[in-house]
């Protein structure tokens, strides 16, 4: 093993360590850190007191969430952030898979179901029909 790999392992052991018993980052944690982070750089530049004061009280929240010992009150918190942002989350991953495939694919919700439905690229205007539930539409792809 050469000394980077050592150090991170340590470093992992040591993070793991410090976590035990404690909720640690998860998705409701790493969002609140991201957005802190956002209001930060905001804030260098429109150094405003009330971002400032959103900024320390986000990244306050955060952190008493990683430290919570109280798991499963954190858990249900981060749960219900989860369902809360399903929708958003959900258009995140369409945009992901977009972008990925821009070249050979094009990807569309259906209006009536929510089914994520895939077509190949420049075929022109063409009759999609979802394949869930039936639903018809036309789109140019
Ligand atoms: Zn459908």
């Avoid at 150094?47 to 320390?56: M, Q």
């Avoid at 986000?58 to 219900?80: D, H, P, T």
Wanted: hydrophobic share 40%.
């Amino acid at each position: 093993m050469d000394k980077m790999k050592q150090f991170g392992y340590l470093m992992q052991r040591k993070l793991a360590q410090f976590f035990n018993g404690r909720n640690g980052i998860d998705s409701l944690g790493w969002t609140c850190n991201l957005v802190a982070l956002v209001l930060l750089i905001i804030n260098l530049f429109a150094n405003s007191p009330v971002i400032y004061i959103l900024w320390v009280a986000l990244f306050g929240y955060s952190v008493f969430r990683a430290y919570s010992r109280n798991i499963s009150k954190r858990y249900a918190e981060n749960q219900k952030f989860l369902s809360m942002t399903e929708g958003i989350r959900r258009r995140i991953r369409l945009l992901k898979l977009q972008w990925r495939d821009r070249s050979v694919s094009r990807y569309y919700i259906c209006k009536s179901c929510h089914q994520q439905i895939r077509v190949p690229k420049g075929k022109g205007r063409i009759e999609i029909r979802c394949p869930k539930c039936g639903e018809r539409f036309i789109r140019k792809t």
